[in-house]
């Protein structure tokens, strides 16, 4: 098969997959609650979680990558400016969707985003924000750079399993500190 079918192909497969994830999000979040009694259970959703969300970024970085080296972007300008300078589009990236996560997490969790609360959630968030940021960055960075390999994609998986074990560990310290 050609690079311009396959590249076609990795588009639909990033649609779909992007699809399937707003499925997926959306009975992760509405049954969050309930797997939070099983610690076991809820390091495994919220690692599951983490995978498909690194997953599809990995998905639409390739994708897009793809797009400029085989020339869909003839007219433009500056389409090879972010495979220039990864580093830069992948902090700004990771940036940006860690800070619509947690908004959106602390919109779900306290049914609206409070200006009072949202400098206690962003604390909260920040151990897990700097690991699952870590890992964001590097599929990023690795992506746009050609240079990901399966070392480097498990390596990215090992973090975010990290991220879940402290992620479970702060939500019931949270708990415990409430309650205690």
């Known amino acids: ?4 079918k396959t590249t076609m192909l990795l588009g639909l497969a990033f649609l779909v997959f992007l699809a399937l994830s707003y499925v997926q999000n959306v009975l992760f979040f509405n049954i969050l609650g309930d797997v939070l009694a099983n610690q076991f259970l809820a390091v495994v ?16 970085m390739t994708f897009y990558v793809n797009l400029v ?18 580093r830069t589009f992948a902090i700004v990236f990771t940036i940006m969707i ?10 779900l969790i306290y049914g609206g985003i409070s200006i009072e609360v949202l400098p206690i ?15 964001i960055y590097l ?3 690795k992506t746009l750079s050609r240079e990901m390999t399966m070392k480097s994609l498990v390596s990215i998986y090992v973090i975010f399993l990290m991220a879940a074990i402290m992620e479970v560990i702060f939500i019931n310290l949270l708990i415990w500190t409430a309650t205690g």
Request: aromatic share 10%; net charge positive.
């Open 45 to 60: 959703m919220l690692f599951t979680n983490n995978v498909l969300v690194i997953s599809l970024i990995l998905l639409g």
């Open 98 to 107: 860690l800070f619509l996560s947690i908004l959106r997490g602390s919109n």
């Open 121 to 135: 959630i962003l604390l909260v968030s920040v151990p897990i924000g700097i690991v699952e940021g870590y890992g």
């Open 139 to 141: 599929t990023i960075k």
């Open 69 to 86: 080296i085989l020339d869909f972007f003839k007219r433009e300008k500056y389409a090879h400016i972010v495979l220039e300078h990864p």
């Open 1 to 4: 098969m050609d690079a311009k």
